[in-house]
């Protein structure tokens, strides 16, 4: 790809990402902009991105395996894992800030006895080590297959997000279903791309003398 189209894929990607940002910003500055419950519009909209930009991120490394041409979107899959890690730490700081207003006490009870919470928390804990090891620094002091292996943790980042998103709404509500279908989806692709790799391999022909 030439390098002009990138740069304008990768405005136009900061620009997509940051705008969930600037409407909350936008509301926030306009009387009852958020709604009549603020607190759970930004909790709402801080966590549904989050698993939008966590979804699109898994959703990389497959498409460009199946679909050569595409190769170049993996320079993308950086700054998406990024945001979507802006948007958790957000999400987090909403509960942490505004609804338990930062009394430890309660967060480890919510913790304890709610499972939705439990299984936030465990989400972004799994995201943490992820973002903190997203430096090429960090790809070299680890090494390639670390790296790789200690990356694979996104997966299961996203189905405990699912799994909290699940939990978090009413009976009958059925906003995590395409979340939950295409993470599925991704997670049955992995082992069938794996195969298919391996099958090639094996019956490559050799190179001509």
């Known amino acids: 790809m030439k390098r002009p189209l990138l740069i304008t894929l990768k405005v136009l990607t900061w620009i997509a990402c940051l705008a969930p940002l600037a409407v909350l910003v936008r509301g926030a500055l306009v009387p009852n902009g958020l709604g009549p419950d ?5 909790a709402f909209t801080t966590g549904y ?4 930009l966590l979804t699109i991120t898994l ?6 395996r199946i679909v050569p041409r595409l190769g170049w979107i993996i320079r993308f899959r950086r700054l998406l894992g990024l945001f979507a890690f802006f948007y958790a730490t957000v999400h987090m700081l909403t509960y942490v800030a505004l609804y338990s207003g930062f009394n430890l006490q309660a967060m480890a009870d919510d913790i304890a ?4 919470i439990t299984m936030g928390v465990a989400a972004y804990l799994l995201l943490l080590p992820l973002a903190l090891t997203s430096t090429t620094w960090a790809i070299r002091k680890l090494g390639g297959k670390r790296w790789n292996r200690l990356h694979s943790l996104i997966y299961l980042a996203a189905v405990c997000g699912v799994i909290h998103y699940w939990w978090q709404v009413k009976t009958g ?3 995590p279903l395409p979340f939950t279908i295409v993470v599925a989806a991704l997670l ?11 099958h090639r391999r094996r019956h490559r022909l050799p190179a001509a003398i």
């Open 59 to 64: 959703a990389i490394s497959p498409v460009r």
């Open 113 to 116: 006895k709610r499972r939705f």
């Open 38 to 42: 603020p607190t759970a519009h930004i």
């Open 188 to 198: 049955l692709v992995r082992p069938v791309l794996a195969w298919r790799d391996r």
């Open 49 to 52: 991105t989050t698993l939008m």
């Open 173 to 175: 509500v059925l906003l």
